[in-house]
């Protein structure tokens, strides 16, 4: 069974400042990981994903994130935020079985940009 | 830019009615989910659904939830008899092709908030 730990439950960072939210993932199998944001009253909206290849990937708005296997992590990060990114951010993890395409959600980050 | 539709966007109903909760997924895709978010609380998988079949399930999705893909379009989500412990947010996604390709994306519509009271 995999899992997904999201140790921030809130992180306010000033407009401009960097930003990192954390997250660690539990598998006992390889897997595909995922960030999604929700903004008020919307649905999830998938920022980047990491697949295979390179563990940097980049997303969409200025995101990026980098896979660390032997840390099981996929922190998620930003140089520089804009009072449009306050929302909730969800890491999410998928196993490499083919045909088990289930997404497994951490418990959230809201982040608030202070102006 | 396509997008997964979900109707209604709120529903109330009484315990112990069913309701059913509809979403239309991007026309060109051949899987199809149902997650759900407890207030407060994370995303949780329910189901996946491929050549008019569940594909998985959790433990969540028992007897009293059903799925159907009735006319090629539409996906819905059935609940028989309803609970307070129903309350949610239910999203519907959809995606284009399996895990392995490196296209995958699942897209999410925007939701249905039901309340059961």
């Known amino acids: 069974a995999q899992s997904v730990t999201q140790l921030d439950s809130q992180v306010p960072v000033f407009e401009e400042a960097p930003v990192e939210l954390r997250c660690n993932y539990s598998?006992?199998?390889?897997?595909?990981l995922f960030w999604y944001v929700q903004y008020p009253n919307q649905g999830l909206q998938l920022l980047l994903k990491?697949?295979?290849?390179?563990?940097l990937v980049k997303g969409i708005n200025g995101f990026e994130a980098e896979f660390n296997k032997s840390q099981t992590s996929f922190h998620l990060r930003k140089p520089s935020v804009h009072i449009s990114d306050t929302a909730e951010y969800f890491c999410a993890v998928s196993d490499r079985n083919f045909g088990n395409e289930k997404l497994t959600f951490g418990t959230g980050t809201r982040l608030t940009i202070i102006p | 830019e396509p997008e997964v539709t979900q109707t209604p966007s709120h529903q109330v109903t009484q315990m112990g009615q069913e309701v059913i909760l509809r979403c239309v997924p991007i026309s060109n895709h051949l899987y199809f989910y149902w997650y759900r978010q407890i207030l407060g609380q994370k995303v949780e998988f329910l189901v996946s659904?491929?050549?008019?079949?569940?594909?998985?399930k959790s433990e969540i999705f028992d007897d009293q939830f059903s799925v159907e893909r009735p006319d090629g379009s539409n996906f819905t989500l059935k609940i028989r008899s309803t609970k307070l412990e129903d309350s949610a947010m239910y999203f519907c996604?959809?995606?284009?092709?399996?895990?392995?390709?490196?296209?995958?994306?699942?897209?999410f519509g925007p939701g249905t908030r039901l309340t059961v009271t």
């Open positions: 659904f491929y050549n008019n079949e569940i594909s998985e």
């Open positions: 598998s006992s199998v390889s897997v595909y």
């Open positions: 996604a959809s995606s284009v092709q399996a895990l392995a390709g490196s296209s995958y994306e699942q897209y």
């Open positions: 990491y697949l295979s290849g390179s563990t």
